[in-house]
């Protein structure tokens, strides 16, 4: 009775706790301050990010624990952890090529169109031609696509793959030395420990090296093809080699400060609790629910040193490094930010998970399930409210561009914070349910595997959607992402609702006038609505390239001072480009009447009949106006126009 009572009371709190959790999101990701939107989105896209990486690499490294035991080599079971982390980093680095070399290809579009063995026009490049081109870069297979939307295609799956194939990098880095850090030689004490920290970075940068060597000689044998054709071509392959260096930078340093901030923190937590943790960082039960409370004090200091430093160096580097708009930092000085930076995190994820189970599970039953959700959402609380605080300083006006830098730094960190704990949560609770599988005679690993594929398949398709352009394309501005290649978009310009708002905020559109007098069926109808049904072949805004920025003066049209001749203008966002809008509502009968012809004519464009036709026509509409064409010339390009000549 009383293990149905627990279980009772843990599906509660799990139901009453999912709830409030998202309906913090909900207001986190809609707040009015923009600021706080955009930490919620970015933390949130890092927390997705995190949690499906450890995941990924936990389940698999599972895998690979599984096949050590099967053929006895558990003698070589670092090199097969140094061998695993290996594939991980070359996935990344092949990643970064392939998409590099895509986006060359179409950022150089243009200078193509004349180079032999090359299609012109936007062009995307398959994997095997990617592998081919490593060695022989001849010929290149191209599929016709949008430049724009290809762009931006590849710059979502760039970032997407990037952030998730470095985070599994970086914890199969942290797995392999951290597997050497538990052998006996290192586990005596925590100065020796120390010494695996160093190493790490030891081999983490010439690892950097030497994918860095192999990038510079792919350029050389680019380079070398290139001089058989001409410099557009040179030119292409140099643009590509630029783009692999400066995307492959951020993610090698992410795993590099991964793995120096989690075996820093192993060090200290060994030092203060005189106990080793094991390589995923967890402590023995007996030992997490006995920490005294300066123990758990100590470790919440280091992790506030940590942060100190962090600010410390982004401030430093502000000052004195990269201090041209050109010039950038150095890479120590990214590495040493994300570290320390990073290692805050630890901390605090630690010192909150000693604090917990010090504070509420020091007599009770060994309830790692119900430690696990308690800590994921006590520092979802404590980064939720950190994110609130620290924006609301970085607001303020005693805080220079460089203070207000570092803090978002700081905001960064939750991420790690936040998207840890959930995983660890996560992966208890599929430990559970996989226990069950024994019942239908399935291997609690298969039962483990199949159920991390399906959260994993839900998840990572998801987040690159919907939450990863969010923050990419600026979505956290408005609430949503504009995408010109998305035909929802089309539907919102031609709705009649969007002319009533721009009507509204006095926008008016061409071809669109209110309606004055409506027949009882079509009041009735129509009712609610503001305008007319919208022309398909007019309209004052096109959807044109995404870069482009489409600018609306401010108060118009009542403050406007731009008038010619009783027409009124809009500012399109170049310089001097601005378009009349027809106000006379004879001009919009005169308008709506020409363009019935025009389609009358291109109905009847094979009938040598239809000039006769619709010529006494249009002698009555040029009756009417005498002045139309001067109209016209100042309206714009009109189909009439097409017709009168």
Request: hydrophobic share 45%; with cysteine.
């Amino acid at each position: 009775m009383e293990s149905d009572a627990m279980d009772n009371v843990g599906v509660a709190s799990t139901l009453v706790g999912a709830m409030v959790f998202l309906m913090c999101l909900t207001y986190l990701t809609n707040h009015s301050d923009k600021d706080i939107r955009r930490y919620s989105y970015e933390v949130i896209s890092q927390t997705i990010a995190i949690f499906c990486a450890v995941m990924i690499f936990q389940y698999m490294n599972d895998v690979t624990v599984k096949v050590v035991q099967m053929f006895g080599l558990q003698r070589f079971h670092f090199l097969v952890q140094m061998c695993q982390m290996l594939v991980w980093y070359a996935a990344l680095e092949f990643h970064l090529y392939y998409m590099s070399f895509q986006g060359a290809i179409v950022l150089a579009k243009h200078k193509l169109k004349e180079v032999p063995g090359m299609k012109p026009s936007s062009e995307r490049v398959s994997v095997w031609t990617a592998l081919s081109s490593l060695v022989n870069p001849e010929h290149v297979m191209l599929q016709q696509l949008h430049p724009l939307d290809h762009i931006e295609d590849l710059q979502s799956q760039m970032t997407c793959w990037k952030v998730l194939l470095s985070h599994v990098a970086g914890f199969a880095s942290i797995n392999a030395f951290g597997t050497l850090q538990q052998m006996e030689t290192f586990s005596k004490s925590w100065q020796m420990s120390v010494w695996i920290v160093g190493l790490a970075a030891l081999s983490l940068l010439l690892l950097q090296w030497h994918f860095d060597a192999q990038r510079r000689k792919v350029a050389d044998n680019w380079k070398t093809f290139s001089s058989l054709y001409d410099d557009r071509m040179e030119e292409l392959y140099h643009e590509c080699y630029i783009m692999w260096h400066e995307e492959a930078e951020e993610p090698e340093d992410n795993v590099l400060a991964l793995t120096l901030s989690f075996l820093t923190v192993q060090t200290v937590r060994f030092w203060i609790s005189g106990h080793m943790p094991d390589v995923e960082g967890l402590d023995g039960w007996a030992v997490q629910t006995t920490r005294s409370i300066s123990d758990i004090e100590t470790l919440l200091m280091a992790g506030a040193l940590f942060c100190a430093s962090t600010v410390a160096l982004d401030l430093y580097a502000g000052l004195h490094v990269g201090q041209d708009a050109d010039e950038e930092e150095p890479r120590v000085y990214q590495v040493a930010l994300a570290s320390s930076n990073q290692a805050f995190a630890w901390c605090m994820y630690f010192g909150c998970k000693w604090l917990v189970a010090t504070e509420l599970f020091v007599d009770g039953p060994e309830e790692k399930m119900v430690l696990h959700l308690i800590l994921a959402a006590l520092v979802t609380f404590i980064a939720v409210v950190a994110i609130w605080v620290l924006d609301k300083l970085a607001d303020l006006e005693a805080t220079g561009e460089d203070l207000d830098h570092a803090i978002i730094q700081v905001i960064g960190g939750n991420s790690i914070l936040v998207g840890f704990a959930w995983e660890q949560c996560f992966d208890r609770a599929i430990e559970v349910i996989a226990a069950q599988g024994t019942f239908f005679r399935v291997p609690p690993l298969a039962v483990k595997l199949a159920l991390a594929a399906a959260c994993i398949c839900v998840i990572i398709p998801a987040w690159r959607r919907w939450i990863l352009p969010m923050v990419l394309r600026e979505g956290w501005k408005f609430g949503f992402v504009i995408d010109g290649s998305d035909a929802k978009w089309g539907k919102v310009f031609k709705s009649k609702r969007w002319h009533w708002l721009m009507h509204r905020i006095g926008i008016q559109v061409i071809g669109f006038k209110k309606p004055s007098m409506l027949s009882k069926q079509k009041r009735d109808k129509n009712h609610g609505m503001a305008f007319q049904k919208r022309r398909k072949e007019r309209g004052m805004f096109k959807i044109l390239q995404k870069e482009k920025v489409l600018s609306i003066s401010d108060g118009w049209p009542d403050s406007s001072p731009e008038k010619e001749n009783g027409l009124k203008f809009v500012n399109s966002g170049g310089a001097g480009l601005q378009q009349p809008l027809l106000q006379d509502s004879e001009l919009c009968n005169l308008d709506r009447s020409v363009s019935i012809l025009h389609r009358q004519i291109l109905h009847f464009a094979e009938a040598e009949a239809s000039k006769t036709q619709l010529g006494p026509e249009m002698a009555q509409l040029s009756e009417r106006q005498p002045g139309l064409r001067e109209l016209l010339k100042l309206g714009g390009s009109y189909s009439l126009t097409h017709l009168l000549r």
